[in-house]
């Protein structure tokens, strides 16, 4: 078991790496999502597809 993990310990840190990166833009989206902010990245006013992105008011 540790001959594997002297002999894939680049490949292991590179995958940490990644997928903290990931979980950091994936967290970044839920923020934005929940605070209303746009994916966008511009405002709805004059957006044609406004609908599709927020849905109807209630």
Request: contains cysteine; proline residues 2%.
């Given at each position: 078991m540790l001959n594997f993990f002297?002999?894939?310990i680049g490949t292991i840190i590179v995958s940490l790496i990644l997928l903290i990166i990931v979980g950091?833009?994936?967290?970044?989206?839920?923020?934005?999502?929940?605070?209303?902010?746009?994916?966008?990245?511009c405002g709805c006013?004059?957006?044609?597809?406004?609908?599709i992105c927020h849905g109807a008011k209630k």
């Amino acid at each position: 078991m540790l001959n594997f993990f002297i002999s894939n310990i680049g490949t292991i840190i590179v995958s940490l790496i990644l997928l903290i990166i990931v979980g950091f833009a994936v967290r970044s989206l839920i923020s934005n999502k929940k605070n209303g902010k746009s994916s966008c990245g511009c405002g709805c006013a004059n957006c044609p597809s406004a609908g599709i992105c927020h849905g109807a008011k209630k």
